[in-house]
């Protein structure tokens, strides 16, 4: 998506001790600001070889939008459609060369192939022939693409080697000058796009019966963007517009989550920011090859079992936040946190994440305009526009009580309400999904002002304490 903003210069690539590269801001950077804009130098297929029999979308082949009326069909294989005769004959010219339709068309019709090797070695598959590919369009792509992290080492021999046999057989990749399709190759290449590749989303439907769980329509390999490291709780997160009529619309823009100071690292979260605490260290690992150490692993590692079942949605990859202890937004400077067993991230869920149901989303402000921070945060998942300012009744004064989120920190907002009485907000830890969607309805309902010690009544009790169960 071509969003016209020059972020050349607003974050740098630094080594992180422990953590390897990762992206660093230059200068303070404000809530909403967009600070990456990258396109990918790869795209490929996420769905099985036999798509049709398994999505109910149908998607270009090039750009990757849903296509909503008639589309033209590649003229050798017939089995890739894209939306236009311009994306037909892009594609021709690079991704869906000569080699790459015929490996597909062969690898669609060999039956033993799809019997005995899952959906997820298919779409390796497709990445693999994909990759090679690169090296005859853009070399200098290809080299950076074996640039990017991920040991080819690690990778399961036996996949490794079963992969090989079949595209060697099936579809024998050409020869290219530096370059054999060698067993090496091929876990590198594995390697590179098991710790690299971002997905774009199918289309999200709240309403469907399946919860609103969604599958990815298509892989990327973005350079920049893979720069990003993971925090449970990120300060900034990806979109995606990929059903737009813009150019560029695979695209992935990183904006800021909420202000931050210059030299802090940048982090996005690699998976919706809901899952629970044994989910993610489980997903990390395996998917990742590390264990997290961020602040709220850290406060989550001490919880019982129980404690740490709240509403977890595993759903498919999708890129979300990272964040440290949170920054106020109004001047940069950190909150404090207080007590170190405190749950951390109540201000996090609370302004955050989107509250609609099965959603998952990440909630970020639009980019600031002239200067001036926006009041509205949009959705990522489901593209949702939310307020940034939230009002209740003062006691029965008769006006209300505006209340930017921003001014709430993680346990306690000392907002001034009325004729001198101040407002306590203390969260603790234990806030579940439910207790949150509690607060959610409590801002803005009657039942604020019911208790005798809510803001505008004359005290300065909490208005809403929660302790752990």
Request: aromatic fraction near 8%.
């Amino acid at each position: 998506m071509s969003v016209g903003v020059n972020t050349e210069t607003l974050v740098r690539i630094e080594e992180i001790q422990g953590r390897g590269r990762g992206l660093v801001s230059t200068q303070p950077l404000r809530g909403g600001q967009i600070v990456v804009v990258d396109s990918p130098i790869l795209l490929y297929s996420a769905l099985p070889l036999t798509k049709q029999q398994h999505s109910t979308f149908l998607y270009c082949d090039k750009c990757f939008k849903t296509i909503q009326s008639a589309s033209v069909s590649c003229p050798a294989c017939s089995h890739r459609r894209f939306c236009s005769p311009t994306c037909l004959s892009a594609a021709l010219a690079s991704s869906h060369g000569p080699w790459v339709c015929q490996s597909l068309s062969r690898l669609r019709d060999c039956h033993d192939f799809l019997q005995h090797h899952s959906v997820e070695r298919q779409t390796q598959a497709q990445f693999l022939i994909a990759a090679y590919n690169l090296a005859f369009v853009s070399p200098s792509d290809f080299q950076i693409l074996l640039s990017l992290q991920g040991r080819a080492e690690d990778e399961d021999p036996a996949i490794v080697q079963s992969l090989h046999s079949v595209i060697s057989s099936v579809c024998p990749p050409p020869p290219i000058e530096g370059f054999s399709f060698s067993l090496e190759l091929i876990a590198a290449l594995i390697a590179k796009d098991k710790f690299n590749a971002f997905g774009l989303m199918e289309p999200l439907n709240l309403n469907e019966e399946n919860g609103g769980q969604r599958s990815v329509r298509a892989y990327g390999i973005y350079p920049k963007a893979s720069l990003f490291n993971h925090d449970c709780l990120p300060n900034a997160c990806r979109f995606d517009y990929v059903d737009t009529n813009n150019s560029g619309n695979t695209d992935i823009v990183v904006r800021m989550i909420h202000d931050v100071p210059q030299g802090r690292e940048i982090c996005l979260s690699y998976f919706p920011v809901n899952n629970n605490y044994s989910t993610r260290r489980k997903r990390l690992l395996e998917d990742y090859g590390f264990t997290c150490d961020c602040d709220r692993c850290k406060v989550e590692a001490t919880w019982s079992d129980d404690e740490c079942d709240g509403d977890d949605n595993d759903s498919e990859v999708m890129e979300e936040d990272v964040d440290e202890p949170m920054e106020a937004e109004s001047d940069g400077e950190e909150i404090d946190n207080g007590n170190s067993n405190d749950f951390p991230h109540a201000y996090f869920f609370l302004r955050y994440m989107c509250n609609r149901n099965n959603c998952w989303g990440t909630l970020a402000p639009f980019p600031p305009s002239d200067g001036k921070p926006s009041n509205l945060l949009e959705c990522n998942a489901c593209g949702a526009i939310k307020n940034d300012e939230i009002s209740y009744p003062n006691g029965g004064s008769g006006s209300s009580c505006r209340v930017r989120l921003l001014e709430l920190d993680s346990y306690r907002c000392p907002n001034a309400i009325g004729a001198g009485t101040s407002c306590g907000i203390l969260f603790r830890m234990g806030l579940t999904s439910d207790v949150l969607s509690q607060i959610f309805f409590l801002f803005g309902s009657e039942n604020l002002g019911a208790a005798p010690t809510a803001c505008g009544l004359g005290g300065t009790a909490p208005l809403l304490q929660t302790q752990r169960p």
